[in-house]
């Protein structure tokens, strides 16, 4: 009885270490290896879709009728700089009608499309680039203050795209 119980207390302990230790250490052992790539993959996702949120939250933010000192900002930028060539209260002249009159054209474009044409001008016609003297703030707020005379249905069709005549 003595001999069976040594043996047997002998097996167990050495049988139990070694089956409990080395299955747990084993998946630590692969659990460690594997974590850094399983938390780089996880953030690299994490990084993308934040950046992907944000690109597209800042692309879409509509540019809205201007108020406050926007509305100042934007009305002294537009008098300054716009007025000259597009009349002071966008009646158009040597430049385009801006002021959502319906033959006018400028509530057509998207609002990345309007920040390009301020930006860049339009090649080919008397609308100079503006990118080298104005900020990006000055060119959001005089597009602003210019939205500041269109009807609420032409803002919702110009937020879109969605209006009867095409961009
Ligand atoms: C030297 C004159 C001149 C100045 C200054 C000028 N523009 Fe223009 N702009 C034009 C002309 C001309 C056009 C029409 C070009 C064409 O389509 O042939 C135009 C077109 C535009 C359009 C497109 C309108 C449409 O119906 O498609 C926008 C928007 C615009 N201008 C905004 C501005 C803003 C904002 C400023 C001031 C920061 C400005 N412009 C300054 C001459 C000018």
């Known amino acids: 009885m003595a001999k069976t119980r040594k043996k047997s207390s002998a097996k167990k302990t050495n049988r139990r ?35 992907l949120l944000l690109s597209q939250g800042s692309r879409s933010d ?22 000259a060539c597009h009349g002071a209260n966008g009646e ?13 054209h400028s509530w057509h474009h998207l609002d990345a499309q309007l920040i390009r044409i301020v930006k860049e001008g339009i ?3 008397e609308m100079p680039p503006h990118a ?7 060119i959001i707020a005089v597009l602003s203050y210019i ?8 803002l919702a069709m110009q937020r879109t795209g969605q209006h009867p005549m095409g961009p």
């Open 123 to 125: 090649p080919g016609s």
């Open 147 to 154: 939205k500041t005379w269109w009807s609420d249905e032409q």
């Open 62 to 83: 509509p540019i809205l009728p201007a108020t406050g000192e926007t509305y100042a900002q934007g009305k002294a930028v537009y008098d300054s700089t716009c007025a």
């Open 132 to 138: 080298e003297h104005l900020t990006d703030e000055e």
């Open 17 to 51: 270490p070694a089956r409990a230790k080395h299955p747990r250490a084993s998946r630590r052992r692969r659990a460690r290896k594997s974590t850094p790539a399983w938390i780089w993959i996880g953030l690299a996702g994490v990084v993308a879709v934040a950046f």
């Open 92 to 104: 158009g002249g040597v430049g385009a009608i801006l002021n959502g009159s319906p033959e006018s």
